[in-house]
């Protein structure tokens, strides 16, 4: 049986900045939520084009803000994924 692989890239990332990533951070591993952690991403570092093959897990984890605080602004981001034999 062959498997599909998995290609993650990002057009766009900006998350918050902290430390270690423990605030906003987006986190990536194979398979599911125990399976081999593949990065863990927070601020303006933006994944490399991710590829694995079956499956892959996201987590993205955003810190509570204070919504009248406008001097805290980060876009998010923006990914796509794509399917290959």
Same mark, same amino acid.
């Given at each position: 049986?062959? #498997? ?5 890239? !990002?057009? *766009? !990332?900006?998350?918050?900045? #902290? ?15 125990s399976g081999k952690?593949?990065?863990? *991403? ?34 998010? !981001? *923006?990914?796509? *994924?794509?399917? #290959?034999?």
């Open positions: 049986m062959v #498997s599909n692989h998995i290609t993650l890239s !990002f057009i *766009y !990332f900006e998350l918050l900045e #902290s430390e270690n990533c423990n605030t906003d951070y987006l986190e990536i591993r194979r398979h599911n939520s952690l593949l990065g863990v *991403y927070c601020g303006k570092n933006k994944p490399i084009n991710i590829t694995h093959e079956g499956s892959m897990w996201l987590m993205y984890k955003g810190s509570k803000l204070d919504t009248s605080d406008t001097t805290i602004t980060a876009k998010g !981001f *923006y990914g796509e *994924y794509s399917l #290959s034999k």
